[in-house]
């Protein structure tokens, strides 16, 4: 498992990489604009292209940007759709030019339904396939669940992967957002179910990424809410699921809010560690001779 975490990339993109690496990552992910605002960054052309031979260099060996939270590909308003589209669009290119998975959440139907958005989504995502780099994925983050978000469930994820018909459109998983959805990861046979889930509906080699949370909010509340590793509700029962077989090769991304609310910090990356680490224990132990 390659341990990473969300790095602010503030003052350009290249800064994010020694930031990683402070932390003790192998694995990073950025916001390649303000999260806050619908406008875009211009990056530097150079420092896109440095990006990759530098992140190599720092022994970052996955890189994801994840796209703003304003998007919305199921949109029924033109501006906000519009807006979306772009927004999606522009990440995805930055990611492709600095080698880089994107991941998002694909939005809100708002009550008409996903059959209803299908069309737009479907385009919305063709769009953005456009610019994905030969070696990128575009990966569809699962919901908390909350109100009419898009990808509460491994089937919803799987049908709009279906939509697309495209070989490097994938998932990242979410563990906060998994969890308040009524999936304990901290149980070993609902941990089971649910990777067979993802294997049966979407397949593995589509799941690209982990984004690790421990959360405050209670199992099916659907509330979004994360929490510093060992200090939420799922605390070291977080390994049952962490050092599942299946999931060992993939980028284990934190996002947690840290010890002082501005970002996983060194001792969250070490925690992360010690929480797979105890987990992967517990199965060898618990496996036959
Ligand atoms: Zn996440
Ligand atoms: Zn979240």
Not at 76 to 93: F, H
Not at 229 to 246: C, I, R, W
Request: aromatic content about 4%.
């Amino acid at each position: 498992m390659l341990y990473g975490a969300h790095v602010s990339a503030g003052g350009g993109l290249l800064n994010a990489i020694p930031r990683a690496v402070e932390l003790g990552c192998g694995a990073l992910q950025v916001f390649t604009q303000s999260s806050r605002m619908w406008k875009p960054t211009q990056h530097d052309p150079a420092d896109l292209a440095r990006f990759a031979p530098l992140a190599a260099e720092a022994g970052i060996r996955y890189s994801l940007c994840h796209a703003i939270y304003f998007i919305n590909l199921a949109s029924q308003d033109e501006e906000i759709y519009g807006k979306s589209l772009a927004s999606l669009t522009t990440t995805v290119r930055v990611a492709a030019a600095i080698g880089a998975d994107t991941c998002f959440h694909v939005g809100s139907h708002r009550g008409a339904g996903l059959d209803a958005t299908m069309p737009r989504i479907r385009a919305g995502l063709e769009a953005a396939l456009e610019v994905l780099g030969d070696d990128c994925w575009l990966l569809l983050e699962n919901s908390a669940g909350a109100g009419d978000t898009i990808g509460r469930d491994v089937a919803e994820l799987a049908r709009v992967i279906e939509a697309t018909g495209h070989p490097r459109v994938g998932i990242c998983i979410d563990t906060c957002h998994i969890y308040v959805s009524g999936v304990d990861l901290c149980d070993a046979d609902a941990v089971d179910r649910f990777v067979a889930e993802v294997s049966g509906a979407i397949g593995l080699d589509r799941l690209r990424a982990l984004h690790v949370n421990d959360t405050a909010a209670p199992i099916g509340s659907n509330r979004d809410r994360h929490a510093n590793m060992l200090e939420g509700l799922m605390g070291e029962g977080m390994g049952v699921f962490l050092s599942h077989p299946a999931l060992q090769h993939l980028p284990a991304i934190l996002e947690t809010p840290g010890p002082e609310g501005k970002g996983s910090d060194r001792e969250e990356v070490e925690r992360l560690r010690r929480v797979h680490e105890a987990g992967l224990a517990v199965r060898r132990s618990a496996a036959p001779r």
